[in-house]
């Protein structure tokens, strides 16, 4: 049986967007694209039962990738594929020294992880899923607090990070 991947896509204020829509099957050397009518109506098909990847690209908004799976039974109808706005940060790294190794990362809410580009004591990162998310560093020789965010969409927020020198241990044994 054959079974067809419908939906419609919606801005931020649930008005239908016009955007290009790509239905992959996960594993395999496949793919359809397809663009949304004016509407934001889409329908691909016809395919058999398995798991997809649904990629939808807009002008001015950031892509959703999410995965899908065609059901054994029926159409998958996936109602309104919302689109959300995109946010951007910068981060300035204040303390005595910045270590070498530094890593930043930020998660979002949904657990996506995003790398953060470090150049010196500045970072930053566009592209952002706007809603909390949390930055999270490390070093091997310095200690970098987690800091909790709101990522806004536009014109990206500038965010100090503090790295402390991590405590250091000294034990001295005597025979």
Known sequence: MTHRVRGLVVGPDERPLAARVRV?????????????????AFTFGPYGPGVMWLTVQADGLPDLVRSIEVPVVGDLDLGSVRMQPAGALRFEIVGDVVPNDLQLRLVSVGGDVFAVEREGRIATVDGLPCGPATLRGSSSSHHVPAVAIDVKPGAPESIAVRCEAAPTLRVAIEI
Do not use: E
């Open 24 to 40: 992959a099957l996960a594993a395999k050397d496949f793919d359809a694209d397809a663009v949304s009518t004016v509407d934001g």
